[in-house]
Nanobody, 119 residues
Framework: QVQLVESGGGLVQPGGSLRLSCAGS????????KGWYRQAPGKQRELVAV???????NYADSVKGRFTISRDNAKNTVYLHLNSLKPEDTAVYYC?????????????WGQGTQVTVSS
């Protein structure tokens, strides 16, 4: 069974910082952690930051210069550093991975972690 365990969300004031973590595990599965998406109330899920297979990093325009994604392959963990947070960053943040087993691959999502930016 595959698990993507996210942590690090919480309540923070505008201008504050958080670090999200997502650790992947699963016996007999190959897990490729791709990045982070978010979904605000009443809105569709959107890309925040991803690392492509060629290790290129893509950020949403709204977070460029404020958020940083990184990955520790030895720990099978992907991180998202959120700086200069704004109220509009409030959302549930989801970790995304590509999971492979027996030649079949599919997208897999974490359970989400809530980030609330408010004074």
């Amino acid at each position: 069974q595959v698990q993507l365990v996210e942590s690090g969300g919480g309540l923070v004031q505008p201008g504050g910082s958080l670090r999200l973590s997502c650790a992947g595990s699963g016996r007999r599965y190959s897990i490729y952690l791709k990045g982070w998406y978010r979904q605000a109330p009443g809105k569709q899920r959107e890309l925040v930051a991803v690392i492509t297979s060629g290790d290129k990093i893509n950020y949403a325009d709204s977070v460029k210069g404020r958020f940083t994604i990184s990955r520790d392959n030895a720990k099978n963990t992907v991180y998202l550093h959120l700086n200069s947070l704004k109220p509009e960053d409030t959302a549930v943040y989801y970790c995304n991975a590509e999971v492979k087993r027996a030649g079949v691959s599919y997208d897999y999502w974490g359970q989400g972690t809530q980030v609330t930016v408010s004074s």
